[in-house]
Antibody, heavy 119, light 106 residues
């Protein structure tokens, strides 16, 4: 399985960004796609997850109301949309798949998408 | 949320050294603990899952141990390519990560 993310984005405060994560190989609908972000020079922050088969996203409390996960099985692509962007949302955003063979650890990661929020 | 605390935050070591990084959970997480390595400008890479199982392709100089609240990642015989930042992550409840441990060249 390979995860390929969309390219870097520059956004204005208050706007929205939508990042894509295309999966190649494996059984797309059964994977749990997680989204993790990393602000410049800082650690990893889990944002939430979605399993295409069930379609019920699980968002971290911090992002409730601003975050939307969707999936498109026809293109085997997962999407993360964050609205109401602030400068503090400047970060690299990663999608990552949980692997059942590794007790649901995050075994495959996308290359990351840099989102810069600046006026 | 379960808080994960790593120590130290950074360390300096030489090639060939034995390095130990600890991770403590704010409550018991059984063995739902994973370790990742991240090099600058790249995505994290899974090293250890379920506290002590080596991910396929990861060198055997990496090992993990622990259960409950206290966990350890050990690198036996540090190699030049091991200088990186290491993160623990629990999957017992909503995923949380430790703050990271940066391993630098002495």
């Amino acid at each position: 399985v390979l995860l390929v993310q969309s390219g870097a984005e520059v956004k204005k405060p208050g706007s929205s960004v939508k990042v894509s994560c295309k999966a190649s190989g494996g059984t797309f609908s059964s994977y749990a796609f997680n989204w993790v972000r990393q602000a410049p020079g800082l650690g990893l922050e889990w944002m939430g997850a979605i399993i295409p088969l069930f379609g019920m996203p699980n968002y971290a409390q911090k992002f409730q109301g601003r975050l939307t996960f969707t999936t498109d099985e026809s293109t085997t692509t997962a999407y993360m949309e964050l609205s109401g962007l602030k400068s503090e949302d400047t970060a690299v955003y990663y999608c990552a798949k949980q692997g059942t063979a590794v007790q649901n650890a995050l075994d495959i990661w996308g290359q990351g998408t840099l989102v810069t929020v600046s006026s | 949320d379960i808080q994960m605390t790593q120590s130290p935050s950074s360390l300096s070591a030489s090639v060939g050294d034995r390095v130990t990084i600890t991770c403590r959970a704010s409550q018991s997480i059984s063995t739902y603990l994973n370790w990742y390595q991240q090099k600058p400008g790249t995505a994290p890479n899974l090293l250890i899952y379920s506290a002590s199982y080596l991910q396929t392709g990861v060198p055997s100089r990496f090992s993990g141990s622990g259960s409950g609240t206290d966990f350890t990642l050990t690198i036996t015989g540090l190699q030049p390519e091991d200088f990186a930042t290491y993160y623990c992550q629990q999957s017992y409840r909503i995923i949380t990560f430790g703050q990271g441990t940066r391993v630098e060249i002495k």
